[in-house]
């Protein structure tokens, strides 16, 4: 069954480093998301992408966040200067056409990001 | 803006059936889904509803009322395996947009024996 990956599963960095989190989303799908979760808490939508550009983010997205598709299958999300408050599980999605039964969403397993 | 609420926490006995309760208030509404999460791990599917009415997936059911702006997930013949945080999500936009999920805080539910 296709599924969407993450990497790495744990990253630990210094407060003001910049962290890339990869993702690879399920092959024919269009619409791409980032959520974070931090410990305990719910899960918070942060961007949604398709079609090579932002289609929507919320006020958590600011400017030291950014996301891209570098190529036909990886999709990143890039924090420039990580902050204390940035630890969190973030997680990528990824959902197909409107034409599917319920165009859920399918969430990777997560990374960890832990800021020190 | 959005708001969902759902009970913190509930204890159920395996084999017994549980109702976990979701109200909700948005703009755009698009869809409800509910999504199971043991800790540490991603969210995975269980259902959707977009219609009024109950929607029936093996053990799991849904049910929406979108003139009330509530929903609830049964769960039948509990299993031990069943322990997990049960997350209530709107979408809001139209299809084809950006279609973000805001999600509610999640119900941890433990089963016992």
């Known amino acids: ?87 969190a599980m973030y997680f990528c999605a990824s959902r197909g056409t409107s034409d599917e039964p319920y165009n859920e969403q399918f969430f990777g397993p997560g990374t960890r990001l832990t800021v020190l | 803006g959005q708001n969902i609420d759902q009970p913190t926490e509930m204890t159920a006995t395996e084999g017994a059936i549980v109702q976990i309760n979701c109200t909700y208030q948005t703009s755009g509404f698009n869809g409800l889904f509910w999504y199971q999460q043991h800790a540490g791990e991603a969210p995975t599917f269980l259902s959707y509803n977009v219609l009024d009415g109950l929607e029936e997936k093996g053990r799991f059911s849904s049910f929406l009322s979108r003139s009330k702006g509530y929903s609830y997930l049964l769960l039948k013949e509990l299993q031990m395996k069943d322990s997990a945080s049960y997350l209530c999500a709107v979408r809001a936009g139209l299809t084809g947009g950006g279609n973000k999920l805001t999600f509610g805080t999640g119900t941890q539910l433990k089963v016992e024996l």
């Open chain 1, 1 to 87: 069954e296709p599924e969407v990956t993450q990497t790495p599963s744990h990253q630990v960095t210094q407060m003001g480093q910049e962290v890339i989190l990869r993702c690879v989303p399920i092959s024919n799908h269009l619409y791409f998301y980032w959520y974070r979760q931090i410990l305990g808490q719910k899960v918070e939508f942060l961007v949604s992408f398709y079609n090579n550009e932002i289609s929507e983010k919320s006020e958590i997205f600011d400017d030291q966040f950014s996301v891209e598709r570098p190529d036909g299958s990886n999709f990143t999300l890039k924090i420039r200067s990580t902050k204390l408050e940035d630890s």
